[in-house]
Nanobody, 126 residues
C-alpha cells in the first residue's frame, strides 16, 4: 500500500510561481506523476518522472514552465510551476505507478498509476 500526501497549492497571480510536493509512504514508485483537473473537465496529464529510465515527460502546455524533480531520500517529488497562467487553474493530483514500464510514454496515461494524492487547488488570477 502507498499513501500520497500533497501540499503546496494556493491562489496566485498570473506570472507567479508555486511548488507542489508529494510524499509517498510505503513502496517506492517507479513512475511519479502530476495530473490536473479543471472544473467540468477530465483529468489531464501534466508531468511525470520515470525512475527506472531517469527521464521526465511533460505536457506540451506546461513544457518550459513546469519542472518535475525527485528527492529520493525523502521519497518526495515536486512540481515547480513558473510563469503561471489562468488556464493552469485546476486541482492538481500527484500519482504513483509502482511497476516498472519500459514504454516511457505510458507515464502520460492515467491507468499507469496505482495510487493518487488527495488533490490540491491551484488558482491563478489574471
Amino acid at each position: 500500500q502507498v499513501r500520497l500526501v500533497e501540499s503546496g497549492g494556493g491562489l496566485v497571480q498570473a506570472g507567479d510561481s508555486l511548488r507542489l510536493s508529494c510524499t509517498a509512504s510505503g513502496r517506492n514508485p517507479d513512475t511519479m506523476g502530476w495530473f490536473r483537473q479543471a472544473p467540468g473537465l477530465g483529468r489531464d496529464f501534466v508531468a511525470a518522472f520515470r525512475r527506472s529510465a531517469g527521464m521526465a515527460l511533460y505536457a506540451d502546455s506546461v513544457k518550459a514552465r513546469f519542472t518535475i524533480s525527485v528527492d529520493n531520500t525523502k521519497n518526495t517529488w515536486y512540481l515547480q510551476m513558473n510563469n503561471l497562467k489562468p488556464e493552469d487553474t485546476a486541482v492538481y493530483y500527484c500519482a504513483a505507478g509502482i511497476l516498472t514500464d519500459r514504454i516511457l510514454e505510458s507515464a502520460r496515461i492515467i491507468s499507469t498509476y496505482d495510487y493518487w494524492g488527495q488533490g490540491t487547488q491551484v488558482t491563478v488570477s489574471s
